[in-house]
């Protein structure tokens, strides 16, 4: 009885941990975060910047790197405790706010990781971080979830395309109507 309760409750962490996870992956980073990231990457002034972090001293980058991530976890954090204490709103926007700090921050990481990862201690961290995301990704209600969730993806992207082609497509009923009323209403403004 002792052990079906403490593999109930291990199951329960465990589903708890992979939501949290899938969350934070799929709907932050690849929503939100990764779009911003990409803008921040193709920047020309980025791209300079990122040429001329090859020549600064690594203990440097680690402080500035270090910074902007204790900065983002805080904000993280307060937006949770914002969230969670009646002002979701207000929290929304805290975490949103701080989304352009993390792509930055995670920008800084990607071009500068040769030189953080020189200290041995960051790279200790870092490593035991892969470990535990590579641990989370092997579990088999993380594969579960995970094949849900893609499912799920692709009955709304067939539900997008389906609205699309009946509603949006360019000699649809629906568009040639629309079209119709925005030129009357144009003819009207135009009078």
Avoid at 39 to 55: D, F, G, P, T
Avoid at 72 to 77: A, D, H, P, R
Avoid at 130 to 140: E, F, G, T, V
Avoid at 159 to 171: A, D, L, M, S, V
């Amino acid at each position: 009885m002792v052990l079906k309760i403490k593999n109930r409750l291990i199951s329960l962490l465990q589903l708890l941990l992979v939501l949290i996870y899938i969350i934070f992956e799929e709907l932050i980073w690849e929503g939100i975060a990764k779009p911003i990231y990409d803008a921040v990457h193709s920047l020309k002034i980025l791209q300079k910047i990122e040429l001329k972090l090859q020549n600064v001293n690594a203990t440097l980058i680690l402080v500035i790197f270090v910074i902007l991530l204790a900065m983002v976890e805080t904000l993280g954090i307060y937006a949770g405790i914002l969230f969670v204490s009646g002002k979701p709103f207000l929290g929304a926007s805290l975490y949103l706010t701080k989304i352009p700090i993390a792509a930055f921050t995670f920008w800084l990481f990607r071009v500068t990781e040769e030189k953080l990862m020189q200290f041995d201690w960051f790279k200790w961290i870092y490593d035991l971080m892969m470990q535990w995301i590579d641990w989370l990704k092997s579990l088999q209600i993380y594969q579960d979830t995970m094949v849900r969730l893609k499912k799920f993806k692709e009955s709304i992207k067939k539900f997008k395309n389906r609205i699309k082609e009946k509603y949006f497509k360019e000699e649809s009923s629906f568009m040639k109507t629309l079209k119709k009323h925005y030129k009357n209403i144009k003819e009207s403004l135009d009078k």
